[in-house]
């Protein structure tokens, strides 16, 4: 038969056109959109141990599952290889004289009987009654000893009928068999009316287990009948029929009942969407089907389904398949049949027919523009995602795109102040900069902000929602979810190019049911994914091919290849590797980057700190030590980040009582940061020791600077009437500044301008705090409305502020350091001597990228090339 008569046969169709399977897109197989289920996998890693031992001979086990699933009695039940095996034992095994086919019908009812010696006779179903079965008109035809071979739903129609106007047909005839080819049903409902322990004695009703769970590959079916049916129907099925594989994939797919009501939802959904798009199609006539199918006739003058599958097979673009209907009795060469595929898949689909019955139209109405995209997700967390992300970034902006970052969600203490005060991830605005934008909390609309182990401050498109338990933010993450997909869109439309930035890593199969931004983010932005792993961690490659491993088929097919990220040796040692990988997964590595120590942009969050990201040699030539308390709810530690440049400054981190009596003799000052949990972290550091170290230390030649959260730890109390960071109420503070804090519910976000009241020197920054801070002390800032800031002890050498950034400025940190050089009793430099510029790094990281990575390939996959 000929590929389009059959369908499924991607590689007839590529012989036929000279090209590859890969470049067709097949809508003549009528399979679930969704792929096998994921526990298909697991039981395909057994497949050598199960292949090696003999199957159970009428399976046993399998039926045993079915029969509970069911409710039906086992005596009932039996298993074949696929419903084809049934369809064809039928007519062998009942005593009839006739078969019965309401059409158009699947062909191999006509065959089967044909070669059983049953005559047979068709009912034509009338297209001016939508293909639906006149039961009366059925019932003048029958007779005892007829076979009736009916589809619920029908096969091509997608029409199926009430139980009840069946089961009064069985009754009436009860010499006549009914036999019903259930092999689509699932995809309507999860149970069969037809299905019980007292079922009639002429009635069979049989199923294929290949179509909804996306097996065909396996063959695999089952049939339900009165006991004496079914035994006639056992005799006729070979011992041995269902491998030791099949058994054992049923077993597993007939319990999955998550996968099956998402497939029921998710298809009717496609279903009526891709209907939508081809009823508007002009010439085409859409048949109101209930299954994972649409029959479709081609009402078009000097054009029929024939030529339009040979057309839309050879266009210059992807390659579609559709299933002529010629070959259905009852059908002639103007239908044509469509599987329902994933959603990308059906705008392709409606994009090529329109290219060929109205080529003015540019693209189905219902199909909004894509705009192209790249999504780059992790092995891990810190696989280095947000730093290739603003390196493609830059890459496409060079040559000559306008592009933009996002990140549906992001989990980070680093945060940042927008020009219209809203709040958003620090990595999103280094990517911002490498496309030359200016922050927009689109770009990460929702920003989860730990409190503590089991909570977070949630923050939605720049303003605070709340603070939640995990449980309360996965009630609320379907509001977070449509914010994602609404900022995702606006952006969208706004740019020529998007670059997606997954978080943690798309395996984690624990929250994979509550995703909202990796792999269902992807499929919203229609975006290939690169799967980012970190060889310096070890075990890349096994990430990788385990990452593939548990994921479901639709996010497989986004997965577009690798990225091997912070290697240190020669990439051509990888060869093998990458030849592994590519066997393996079907996936090729697309680039090898370097390992890039001190790159000179801000960490995306406090991973790489807490790991010693910030750990340096103490300069040769003389300097000055510059300490900084690593709390444990460390937030915008980024603020000293412009000091690692300096080359007069040995940055320490402080982790302990022990480290801090070490650095304190050569310590020329000490940084208190912020803090997401102000009074946890001050009992730590009353508990750990170093609020009396702190302390004592005051009063020795030493400034002591607080910023945010660590400037309200300088004070004498911090309330939180509120409980907004604590369930005390009040906590002591260092006692260092006579002032006190309370923490208020309204979030202060804002930028500002501000001067430095000892140096008169102007600064900018950002402010992010709930705290309401008041005392005696004169304020340290003067803002540019007059309102002063922190405050400052009388000697100056103890201060804080609440805006953060307040070290980015070259000059502000120079005078800062110079004092300190001036107490050590060392010449000041008097000159900016290391600039604060993100872009050279920009720039220098989008080139080693670009050398390292195949732009071409990556570019080709986005659409762009």
């Avoid at 399998?62 to 069911?70: D, I, S």
């Avoid at 890593?505 to 229609?526: F, G, T, W, Y």
Wanted: glycine share 10%; net charge neutral; hydrophobic share 45%.
């Amino acid at each position: 038969m000929d590929a389009f008569g059959h369908g499924g046969d991607v590689n007839a169709l590529a012989a036929r056109i000279g090209g590859s399977p890969e470049r067709i897109i097949d809508f003549s197989a009528s399979i679930n959109p969704l792929g096998p289920p994921e526990c298909l996998r697991r039981v395909i890693s057994r497949g050598v141990e199960l292949l090696a031992r003999y199957p159970d001979p009428e399976g046993e086990g399998l039926l045993t599952v079915l029969a509970g699933g069911l409710g039906l009695a086992r005596d009932r039940l039996l298993a074949a290889n696929g419903s084809t095996e049934i369809i064809y034992a039928l007519p062998r095994a009942l005593p009839c004289r006739r078969g019965v086919i309401p059409v158009p019908a699947y062909g191999d009812y006509e065959r089967a009987c044909r070669l059983a010696g049953l005559d047979t006779i068709v009912l034509p179903l009338r297209e001016e009654n939508g293909f639906r079965i006149d039961f009366p008109e059925l019932a003048g035809l029958l007779r005892a000893g007829d076979l009736v071979f009916l589809g619920r739903p029908n096969n091509p129609t997608g029409r199926s009928f009430p139980a009840a106007d069946l089961l009064a047909l069985v009754a009436a005839f009860p010499a006549t068999f009914f036999a019903v080819d259930e092999s689509f049903i699932e995809f309507i409902e999860a149970h069969s009316d037809l299905l019980t322990n007292d079922m009639a004695a002429n009635l069979v009703v049989f199923r294929s287990l290949t179509k909804f769970y996306a097996i065909p590959g396996l063959r695999l079916g089952f049939a339900a009948a009165a006991p004496q049916a079914a035994g006639l129907l056992r005799r006729q099925i070979l011992p041995w029929s269902v491998n030791a594989l099949a058994q054992e994939v049923g077993k597993a797919v007939l319990v999955d009942t998550g996968y099956a009501e998402e497939s029921r939802r998710r298809v009717r959904r496609l279903r009526s969407e891709l209907q939508e798009m081809l009823a508007d199609i002009p010439g085409l006539q859409v048949v109101s089907g209930e299954a994972n199918y649409l029959l479709v006739k081609l009402n078009r003058s000097g054009l029929n389904a024939c030529d339009l599958a040979d057309r839309l097979l050879m266009a210059s673009e992807r390659s579609v398949a559709i299933r002529v209907c010629d070959s259905f009795a009852g059908l002639d060469r103007y239908y044509f049949r469509v599987a329902v595929r994933e959603q990308g898949e059906n705008e392709l689909l409606a994009a090529a027919l329109l290219r060929e019955l109205a080529p003015r139209r540019k693209r189905p109405r219902q199909v909004r523009a894509r705009t192209p995209a790249l999504m780059l997700q992790g092995t891990s967390s810190n696989a280095g995602k947000s730093v290739l992300a603003a390196a493609l970034c830059r890459i496409l902006l060079q040559d000559g795109f306008r592009v933009a970052p996002f990140k549906a969600q992001n989990m980070s203490l680093n945060s940042f102040v927008t020009r219209d005060g809203g709040e958003m991830g620090r990595a999103q605005v280094v990517q911002a900069q490498a496309c030359r934008l200016d922050p927009d909390v689109r770009m990460n609309p929702v920003l989860l902000k730990p409190t503590g182990e089991c909570g977070s401050q949630v923050i939605v498109n720049g303003r605070v929602a709340g603070n939640m338990t995990v449980d309360d933010y996965i009630r609320f993450k379907g509001r977070a979810a449509e914010a994602a997909r609404a900022a995702y869109d606006g952006l969208a439309a706004e740019h020529e190019v998007i670059v997606l930035e997954g978080a943690g890593s798309p395996a984690e199969v624990n929250l994979k049911k509550h995703d909202i931004v990796n792999m269902a983010m992807a499929r919203h932005a229609k975006s290939p994914v690169l799967l980012v792993g970190d060889i310096d961690r070890g075990g890349v490659f096994a990430s990788f091919v385990g990452s593939l491993e548990v994921m479901a088929e639709w996010e497989r097919r986004l997965v577009t290849g690798f990225l091997v990220n912070r290697f240190r040796g020669q990439a051509s040692l990888l060869a093998d590797a990458y030849a592994y990988v590519y066997d393996f997964t079907g996936k090729p590595v697309l680039g090898t980057v370097p390992y890039l120590p001190d790159l000179g942009l801000p960490e995306e969050d406090s991973v790489g700190f807490k790991a010693g990201l910030y750990a340096r040699e103490a300069p040769a030539d003389p300097h000055v030590a510059v300490g900084v308390i690593d709390l444990p709810h460390i937030a915008n530690f980024t603020d000293v980040e412009p000091f690692l440049a300096e080359p007069d400054v040995h940055l320490r981190v402080i982790r302990d009582a022990a480290e801090l009596a070490r650095a304190l003799p050569g310590l020329a000052a000490l940084i208190l940061p912020g803090s997401k949990n102000v009074p946890a972290d001050l009992a730590w550091l009353h508990g750990s020791g170093l609020a009396a170290m702190i302390h004592a230390a005051a009063g020795r030649h030493l400034e002591i600077v607080g910023i945010c959260g660590g400037f309200q730890m300088l004070g004498e109390r911090v309330q939180d009437p509120h409980r907004l960071e604590s369930e005390s109420g009040e906590a002591t503070g260092l006692g260092l500044l006579a002032a006190t804090t309370v923490l208020a519910p309204d979030k202060t976000l804002r930028r500002r301008t501000a001067w430095h009241q000892a140096s008169g020197m102007q600064v900018r920054g950002y402010e992010i705090h709930h705290g309401r801070t008041a005392g005696d002390c004169p304020g340290a800032l003067r803002m540019a409305d007059g309102d002063e800031d922190g405050a400052v002890s009388p000697d100056g050498r103890l201060w804080g502020t609440y805006l953060h950034g307040i070290f980015d400025d070259d000059s502000f940190r120079r005078w800062f350091i110079d004092r300190l050089r001036s107490a050590k009793n060392m010449e000041p430099l008097g000159r900016v001597a290391a600039p604060y510029d993100l872009e050279p790094a920009l720039d220098r990281l989008a080139d080693v990228v670009r050398a390292s990575v195949d732009i071409p390939a990556i570019y080709r996959s986005m659409g762009l090339a």
